[in-house]
């Protein structure tokens, strides 16, 4: 089963890039038919999607971040990348990354998440 | 944007008794996309079920999941004190991917 670990600095300044990285292990980031998606939690609030990129190299990202977000992926690590530009407070979340199947009815998996706290 | 909506927000029961969830989407999903998770205070959350009422690895018989097109359903048949949790329903057939806002299922 695949299995996903998140990595990255704990803490960022407010107006800097917070930027995570997301090891896939136990197969391969581009054989398979996958989104490779990145999710947020706000302490005490529910999941927040952010984006992905998919098993053909395309992205997709929640209109409300939009204009701040990049996730890209390197296959050679077999890792995916998030990274959120001029972020505040507001972006203090734990990061989560996950893999959800694009064209099977079979499981999704989720890393146990990051937490990223922004602040001077 | 495909928005789920779950009630009740919060469902009080007691242990053994039978707990019902529901998921409403603004629009058809997949029903290979629609997926339930369970979470506890400082966890991630734990996939329960995938393709709308497939359990996922490990989670008992008492979990179900059922429903289509815009109404979805995750039945806990007799609750037991390790299932008090938050529970979202979450889409991922149609982009942007959403989540419900979750239902908090406490001891009464």
């Known amino acids: 089963q695949v299995q996903l670990q998140e990595s990255g600095p704990g803490l960022v300044k407010p107006s800097q890039t917070l930027s995570l990285t997301c090891t896939v292990s136990g197969g391969s980031i581009s054989s398979g038919y996958y989104y490779w998606s990145w999710i947020r939690q706000h302490p005490g609030k529910g999941l927040e999607w952010i984006g992905y990129i998919s098993y053909s190299g395309s992205t997709y990202y929640n209109p409300s971040l939009k204009s701040r977000v990049t996730i890209s992926v390197d296959n050679s690590k077999n890792q995916f990348s998030l990274k959120v530009n001029s972020v505040t407070a507001a972006d203090t979340a734990v990061y989560y990354c996950?893999?959800?199947?694009?064209?099977?009815?079979?499981?999704?998996?989720w890393g146990q998440g990051t937490l990223v706290t922004v602040s001077s | 944007e495909i928005v789920l909506t779950q009630s009740p927000v919060t469902l009080s029961l007691s242990p053994g008794e039978r707990a019902t969830l529901s998921c409403r989407a603004s629009q058809s999903v997949s029903s290979t996309y629609l997926v339930w998770y369970q979470q506890k205070p400082g966890q991630a959350p734990r996939l329960l079920i995938y393709g709308t009422s497939n359990r996922a690895t490990g989670i008992p018989d008492r979990f179900s999941g059922s429903g289509s097109g815009t109404d979805f359903t995750l039945t806990i048949s007799r609750l037991e004190p390790e299932d008090f949790a938050v529970y979202y329903c979450?889409?991922?057939?149609?982009?942007?991917?959403?989540f419900g806002p979750g239902t908090k299922v406490d001891i009464k």
């Open positions: 979450q889409q991922y057939g149609i982009s942007p991917f959403t």
């Open positions: 996950a893999g959800e199947p694009a064209t099977e009815v079979t499981e999704t998996n």
